[in-house]
């Protein structure tokens, strides 16, 4: 069985969290990962105090109490302030962030008794946080879903792990055992899944929005915004198309395109229109091919690894 010193520092039997996604990572997804033996994480979102204190009631209550799992505040959030306070005010357990410098917060994090773990895109984000009394660093390459960096995850976690004592959790483009056992060689201690629990039996995203996933291949995802300063990887759509056409039109404003992009996250997650809908995924869409438990998800993805890692020296004569 793996385990790494991940597995102590937050209480789970298997060094994997589940990624914080918007409109998709709600206390039922996180309670089923927790349950499973890794960390669940809640997505704060953009959403208010009070859903984000219904859903932390929501995965205590589903856990029976007795598994930790985490929160995600988005800090570009209108809402940040008071989320942030609200998952100090619970007691968390871990809260991991993400969309900026959490700075401002990690001390009232800190002493709510929360273990603190940013997301981090770059080296000198990581080199700067690592200061602040974090208890790891999330470090998550651009062949992930969602809002992404310019590394890739195998560039980043490396440089990531040679200016930080503190643990890393490796993020962006793993989906199975594979996945985990690079990540491991290139000095992770945990990692952390989007994409693949998006298959979870337990996740409530729409309908259209698994078949979509399920239905992926190497080639289904690109990234729009990057002509906003924050580029996103989602699913080849036609609003997706249309939005990228978009970008290279100067007569379209800035504000014009935000504007373009406002609440289509939740069009595709909630409604599941496959025309209007942002369907945010990472790479390895192509790899997630069936639905399971999230309990599932995490024995077979662990099984894997631990195979892959103990034959690894077959290639070392």
């Not at 639905?291 to 290639?315: C, D, P, Y």
């Amino acid at each position: 069985m793996i385990k790494t010193p991940v597995c102590d520092l937050v209480g789970i039997e298997y060094p994997i969290f589940q990624g914080g996604m918007a409109w998709i990572s709600d206390g039922t997804l996180a309670a089923a990962v927790s349950n499973g033996g890794g960390l669940g994480i809640i997505s704060a979102m953009n959403a208010d105090a009070e859903y984000l204190r219904g859903e932390i009631n929501k995965a205590r209550e589903l856990t029976g109490g007795k598994k930790p799992f985490g929160v995600n505040i988005m800090l570009a959030s209108p809402f940040a302030d008071e989320v942030a306070q609200v998952a100090a005010d619970e007691k968390v357990p871990v809260i991991t962030t993400g969309a900026g410098n959490p700075s401002k917060y990690i001390e009232m994090w800190l002493k709510s008794g929360a273990k603190v773990m940013p997301l981090v895109a770059s080296v000198a984000m990581a080199k700067l946080l690592s200061r602040t009394g974090v208890s790891a660093i999330i470090a998550e390459g651009g062949e992930s879903g969602g809002h992404v960096g310019e590394l890739t995850t195998m560039v980043l976690i490396p440089q990531v792990c040679d200016v930080t004592d503190l643990p890393v959790i490796a993020a962006g483009g793993i989906a199975d055992g594979r996945g985990v056992a690079a990540a491991f060689m290139l000095g992770a201690q945990g990692v952390q899944l989007g994409t693949r629990f998006l298959a979870a039996e337990e996740c409530s995203v729409h309908r259209n929005y698994k078949d979509k996933i399920l239905k992926a291949t190497d080639i289904s995802t690109t990234t729009t915004g990057k002509r906003l300063g924050h580029p996103v990887r989602s699913l080849k759509t036609p609003f997706i198309r249309a939005y990228a056409k978009a970008e290279y039109d100067s007569s379209i404003s800035n504000e014009e395109l935000e504007a373009m992009g406002a609440g289509s996250l939740r069009l595709a997650a909630v409604e599941g229109d496959a025309e209007k809908g942002t369907f945010l995924a990472g790479q390895i869409a192509g790899m997630v091919n069936k639905e399971q438990s999230a309990a599932e998800m995490i024995k077979e993805i662990f099984t894997e690894a631990e195979v892959i890692l103990r034959g690894a020296n077959q290639w070392v004569k």
